[in-house]
């Protein structure tokens, strides 16, 4: 039998502890990731707030951030406020990604002040 979650070498039952083990699988951004697509994709929900959508997802808001960081740059989020977003929908992500594509293939490197999303300038 192939190795599963509930492999002694996991969790809790490698120390000997009962518990609920876990794989890495089941925290991975991927499968989050797709989690949240599906919680907002299906949903006729415009506005995203982090705190609520941690704690639908039943994470922290940190790993929530690191979903729409990568949403955003290739526009099926977009960000309102602190802690703010509205889905915007997967319509915009194949030209999103042929932007980048382009952007790439013209010898730049995806930085500097071609984003209209950059606030990291120094005011020059």
């Known amino acids: 039998m192939a190795s599963t979650s ?3 070498t996991n969790g809790a ?3 000997g502890l009962p518990g609920p083990t876990y794989s890495r699988k089941d925290k991975s951004l991927g ?10 994709e299906n949903n006729n929900e415009e506005v995203i ?3 609520n959508a941690a704690s639908r997802l039943g994470v922290e808001r940190r790993r ?3 979903i729409v960081n990568v949403l955003e740059s290739v ?3 977009v960000r309102r406020a602190k802690n703010l977003y509205t889905w915007k929908g997967m319509a915009n ?7 980048i594509e382009q952007r790439f293939s ?3 490197h995806g930085s500097g002040s071609s984003s209209p999303n950059s606030d990291g300038g120094n005011g020059s």
């Open 13 to 15: 039952a490698a120390m």
């Open 31 to 40: 499968l989050l990731c797709e989690n949240f697509l599906q919680l907002y």
């Open 75 to 77: 526009e099926v989020v």
């Open 49 to 51: 707030t982090l705190d």
């Open 93 to 99: 992500m194949p030209q999103a990604l042929k932007t």
């Open 64 to 66: 929530i951030y690191d």
């Open 6 to 8: 509930q492999s002694p």
């Open 106 to 108: 013209n010898g730049g």
